[in-house]
């Protein structure tokens, strides 16, 4: 069982019911539970919608678009019936927030569920969870029950005449499925291969109908903000960036764990302080600040503050929040390896230059680790990496090829050692690996 | 009662999925959640079975191929009692995921991918499984068990094959 | 949709608003590479060939996904779009096998004139190539992995377009990979397989060489073949076939059919038959010489001056010793229109005789008589891939008119067109179709009631225990169409047939076709291979120019069963066979024609000509040159690709064998007309040399028709004289299809209570008349079928 952690710096808005029995529906009202969806039905979609923006909220995913925006594009008159997605595919290395959400919290995800189904005037919502976290789908499908049991889902919720229906759903194993629309695709019983856009979910979403999807931690802060009111939300974090999020740091770390620390928050206080510093007071060698697929930090680029726009300007992402600390004995070309191999793996194969770049990344670094690379491969790499960047079908592409660029250009001497022979690894992909997984 | 005649599955799991394909705006939405279903009774999914779920589906076989293969957890051949994951990927990586995986292959003599001869024990090498901050991890079926050790999994291993392991369903 | 207007690498173009740029680009001669974009089929954007730089947009953009729009400025060809494809090239080619010496597509492959153009030559990697044996999926599909792109265009034609779903895109990432629908753990012999109905178009879309044809493989390289657009000789659907041709010690060899230039009235689409089944013309069962029944009764080669001075002295003989009309001549339904007009002017100037039929597969008498006085109201084959709304009545469209049935689908799929169908049998279109009306059986002749306002006869149309209301619904929701192409099957015959015209021509926005069986089923009739009706459907009895300028007998002669009854009765001194085998078809005792003399032109030693006295060794369609006339009344030309020593077509053998009987040769075909020249044509008129010339001489209004072997001779005749054949020579001669309707002249009176002697061939997907059993491929093809089906029910009874 995932231990909980706490430092005292964070601010515990999304987390604030964390280890207090909140899976139980009774605790879970008894701390405020379900009060902002009554607000919602009082206030309506207008409200919703103002609330959201002013929170200054923007996708935990880790694209970070504004969530009342999103909101606000579904149309308000439309003939197909609208859906909320809820996505808990958290699959992204590095990421584990949601996680401790469905466990601890999942009443707080039903509700930012139906409040956002009020706000865009949707009557049914999915909730969709990796297909390793069946566990946690257990705990989902209770609450769900839970609720119907309660009046709270179904027809004629808390006796406003309103009616609302969840679904919970399992996936089988596709990182792939964490797109929005290949998520969809899962949902509709297809392969999780992402769409053609536009059209974008909010038009034409899940069963050609508009469609709201938004991450599990964004979902599940929403009834907190519209308690506290968006302002509010908005103030605890950075420019731009409202609120608090959770960051789960893992890694060659002293205390690691899943913290609520405010949007802007320093990583270099993160790692060392609220992470309780190198484990074994080793030296730091580099960061991967927001789940694999954003590109690494040095250990002397990581002061700058943990929001979307501060970490962009730094060269890099705020991604899922997933910190990985690296620290002076990792590899690069070994952790290299290791990223590009799961890209490999996960790679639906819809388009050619993810599905073969990532291939051969994988298979040229393969070689370079264990001993047998030659003077061009770097080059090679770093060609494949930049003609896959901006050129695929969806952001598998470039979350495959941004880590292996940002590795290749900061540690470019590592490469070069493994293939002048001053360094070799033990092979660590197996043959079996090399051939494909099926 | 199931809807089909001659089920392969369970009653309760037939019964399950004459409910299952009621529940969504259309049908097809229950083909993910039954494969991995139909996977958990009967260990794999077998021929049969995806005759079976294409019925229920109302879909071509070729269809429930195409998407039973697409996902990494759906097996077509059986795995063993306890399926063993270990995560490699960037986090357990760092914190011993390899000298776990090795461990498990050492302890139970078999490679990822294969089962032991007694069909107690199956070992996989997995990508991320969302236990990060809880690493080295892994997971027995849908069972995790995290901050791992070898010490911790000879325990572990000895509680499953002693018919104590939680078997999460 | 408005037009908008927007910048190309720097041209201003206007186009429909929604239009695709890769669509628009290609209308104004801008070409935009793709591997998966496919017209017609659904969108991809998979293979990021076609990515172009668009302003104002931060990434390169897919030129087949983004439509046009108003102001848009786009760069199709800079150094960045150039880098991105060729990088994609790059990463294709590290594991494509680069085996372009020996595949079949080298020199027509879309991944080889792409990378010829981006020159991805370089190679970075030192990995080895994922190799995969190649698969054999059925007698005619293959399967090679590792040049497989994964374009997904295969598993789209097989899914849209022809409704099959046999193809599927199994595992994920650089394990992907197209899957057939019998997979080798569900197969006898443990090899995946392709469950389908063999159609071959996976073939054609594929832009490489992974998937390739099994009569075709490894056999030759395309420039050394002759490619020849002809007509597919099979089904009554008029298909144009490109035939890959080279050349042999005794002729010229088939080895390819396809449609890969789409050109033709069917498109991209080609079916079974029209891409495999040629492999007949190659049989080595063919008759290759003149074959004279000796005195003791065995069949002797002879040279072919013996064979036909035999002919013409022995059919005159017994014209002037017992009369024509002791003549019965049968046509048959895959001769070009030329020879079917020659054949039957041939029976009556010459022979003497109205005794003249073929095996009839429809009714067109009737339709013709139906439509009689009417304009515009007979359908083309084009008018079924953009009609709003079609009723199909009877037929099977799928098995029995398998382009009908692509262009129906098509039309559902992309034009969102309405399909109505009312048949005794669930057939397969009902799937696409908007309303199906299981008809009970026999109950045709109720639905025409139907349709015609008569309800009386209700409780014999619909299916035992359905609710008639449904029919009245389906009759309402069709009257409410106002543009209706009714598609009738065979089924449906004189009366009830004229009953459903005749009504539906009283509506407006109605046209109409009528389906039958083999490529010229429709010019046989058309041209008159009938008792009692001239060419054009003009009744024998009536006054006509024809009648006069042939000057015979107004008196109908013996229709195809009277002649053999007659030869039964020994009144039948001669019987002249030309294409056909009826002694199988209408199951004639042998013994009947025991006193006939019977001559037979025939590629093979059929049923018929195993009777006959005389076998003349026959061309078919595709070694001759002349026109034919699909189902719906669509010309299209036909051309010579093929060529075995020792055959002759049929008309030259009808001429030569007039000739020898003494016939005035100038006017059973009107050559020469003063003009006097070889004109370069020392291989003779049946070449594909002379139609060259012809194509030239025509626009100069030079047309020679030198020699009475000249089909255009008699084409001119037809144009003449025929009613509705009044076409277009350079449309025909340029390889257009026109749409013809010859009606009935109204104005004549109409001979009611005809026989019905409309026998359906109900050939299927592998079977084609007598003509299948001598295909090779199309054998397979069945007994693959067989085993498929006995396999499945293995499965089942498991």
Known sequence: MPTLVSHPDEVKVISRRFGMGATDIDKYVELDGYKAVQNAIAEGPEWIINVMKASGMRGRGGAGFPTGLKWSFVPKQSEKPKYVLVNGDESEPGTCKDHVIFLHDPHAVIEGTMIAGLAIGSKLGFIYLRGEYRYLLKIMEKAVADAYAKGFLGKNIFGTGVDFDIITQSGAGAYEVGEESALMESLEGKRGVPRIKPPFPAVVGLYGGPTVINNAETIAAVPHILLMGGEAFAKLGSERNGGTRLFGISGHVERPGVYELPMGYSLRKAIYDVAGGVKGGKKLKAVVPGGSSCPVLTADEIDVGLDFDQMGKAGTMLGSGGIVVLDETVSIVEFALRTISFYQHESCGWCIPCREGTDWIKKTLTRVHAGGGSKKDVDNVQYLAENMLGRTFCPLGDAAAMPTLGFVKKFRKEFEDYIDGKKAGTPIITVDQLVGAH | MSTIANTIFSPEMAARFDKLVTIYPVRRSALVPMLLYAQDDLGYVSDAAVAEIALRIEILELDVRNVLSYYSMLRTKPAGKYNVQVCTNISCMLRGGYEILDHCKHKLGIGHKEVTPDGVFSLEEVECIGACCWAPAMQINYDFHDDLTPEKVDVLFQMYKDGQGKDVK | ?798
């Open chain 3, 1 to 798: 949709m408005p037009d908008v207007t927007f910048t190309v690498d720097g041209n201003k173009l206007t186009a429909p608003a929604g239009t695709l740029l890769i669509e628009a680009c290609k209308s104004a001669g801008i070409e935009i590479p793709a591997f998966c974009y496919y017209p017609g089929l659904s969108l991809q954007a998979a293979c990021r060939m076609c990515v172009v730089r668009i302003e104002k947009m931060p990434k390169l953009q897919t030129a087949c996904t983004t439509p046009v729009a108003e102001g848009m400025v786009v760069q199709t060809e800079t150094p960045e779009i150039a880098q991105a494809r060729k990088a994609t090239l790059q990463l294709l080619l590290g594991n494509h096998p680069l085996d372009c010496p020996v595949c079949d597509a080298g020199g027509e492959c879309e991944l080889q004139d792409m990378t010829f153009k981006y020159g991805a030559a370089d190679s970075f990697y030192a990995e080895p190539k994922n190799h995969r044996e190649e698969q054999k999926w059925s007698p005619v599909v293959y399967f090679d992995r590792p040049r497989c792109i994964l374009c997904y265009r295969c598993v789209r034609m097989c899914g849209e377009g022809m409704d099959v779903f046999a193809l599927g895109i199994q595992n994920r990432g650089s394990s992907s990979v197209i899957a057939p629908n019998v997979p080798a753990q569900m197969s006898p012999d443990d090899l995946a397989h392709v469950d389908c109905e063999q159609c071959g178009m996976c073939i054609d879309a594929c832009p490489v060489g992974a998937l390739t044809s099994g009569t075709y493989r490894y056999k030759t390289r395309p420039w050394e073949m002759n490619h020849v657009a002809t007509v597919c000789t099979h089904c009554g659907d008029g298909c144009k076939t490109t035939l890959g041709v080279r050349s042999t010690s005794d002729g010229a060899e088939i080895v390819r059919g396809d449609n890969r230039d789409k050109s033709g009235i069917n498109g991209d689409f080609l079916c079974n038959k029209g891409r495999y089944a040629f492999d007949f013309a190659n049989s080595p069962d063919r008759i290759t010489q003149p074959l004279v029944r000796n005195s003791s009764g065995v069949l002797l080669p002879v040279s072919w001056e013996q064979a036909l001075e035999h002919v013409g002295k022995k059919l005159r003989e017994l014209r002037d010793t017992r009369g024509g009309k002791s003549i019965g001549v049968v046509g048959g339904n895959r001769l070009t229109n030329e020879e079917a007009y020659l054949l039957q002017k041939f029976a009556r100037t010459v022979l003497q005789t109205n005794n003249i039929d073929h095996h009839r597969t429809a009714d067109y008498v009737s339709f013709a008589q139906a439509l009689a006085g009417t304009t515009g109201k007979a359908a083309s084959q084009r008018d079924i891939e953009k009609s709003p709304a079609i009723f199909i009545i009877g037929g099977d469209p799928t098995n029995q008119n398998p382009l009908t049935a692509w262009n129906l689908r098509s039309n559902v799929r992309l034009n969102k067109a309405r399909i109505y169908i009312a048949n005794t049998e669930e057939i397969k279109l009902r799937r696409n179709a908007k309303a199906f009306l299981h008809v009970a059986p026999f109950g045709y002749s109720a639905l025409a009631d139907l349709m015609s306002g008569d309800d009386s006869t209700l409780e014999s149309l619909v299916q035992p225990g359905t609710n008639k209301q449904v029919a009245l619904d389906f009759r309402a929701a069709l009257r409410a169409e106002e543009e209706v192409v009714v598609l009738i099957g065979s089924e449906l015959r004189g009366g009830d047939l004229k009953k459903v015209i005749e009504f539906g021509t009283k509506l407006p926005g109605r046209k109409f076709a009528l389906l039958s069986d083999y490529v010229n089923s429709r010019g046989a009739a058309d041209m008159g291979l009938l008792p009692d009706m001239l060419p054009g459907y003009t009744p024998i009895t009536a006054g006509s120019n024809l009648a006069t300028e042939y000057n015979i007998a107004t008196e109908p002669g013996l229709d195809m069963l009277e002649i053999f009854d007659a030869a039964g009765k020994g009144e039948l001194s001669a019987l002249y066979v030309v294409g056909a085998n009826p002694v199988a078809r209408f199951g004639v005792d042998p013994a009947a024609l025991r006193n006939t003399f019977v001559v037979v032109q025939e590629m093979f030693l059929t049923e018929t000509a195993a009777l006959a006295d005389v076998i003349l060794p026959a061309a078919n369609l595709y070694e001759k040159s002349g026109s034919v006339t699909n189902s719906y009344g669509d010309l299209q030309q036909v051309n010579k690709a093929g060529d075995r020593a020792g055959v002759r077509t049929d008309f030259e053998m009808i001429v030569r064998i007039a000739d020898k009987m003494g016939a005035n040769m100038r006017a059973l075909v009107p050559f020469g007309k003063g003009l006097h020249a070889d004109m370069g044509q020392t291989r003779g008129a049946q070449s594909g040399e002379a139609d060259r010339h012809a194509v030239w001489l025509t626009a100069n209004n030079l047309e020679p028709r030198l020699s009475p072997f000249d089909p255009m001779a008699i084409l001119d005749e037809i144009n003449r004289l025929v009613p509705g054949y009044s076409l277009l020579r350079l449309q025909l001669l340029s390889g257009n299809d026109q749409h013809l309707s010859p009606a009935a002249p109204s104005d004549l009176v109409q001979i009611t209570n005809r026989r019905d002697l409309v026998l359906p061939a109900n050939d299927g997907l592998f079977t084609s008349g007598t003509l299948g059993r001598y295909s090779a491929m199309l054998a397979d093809l069945q007994q693959n079928a067989a085993s498929r089906t006995a396999a499945a029910e293995q499965t089942a009874a498991d």
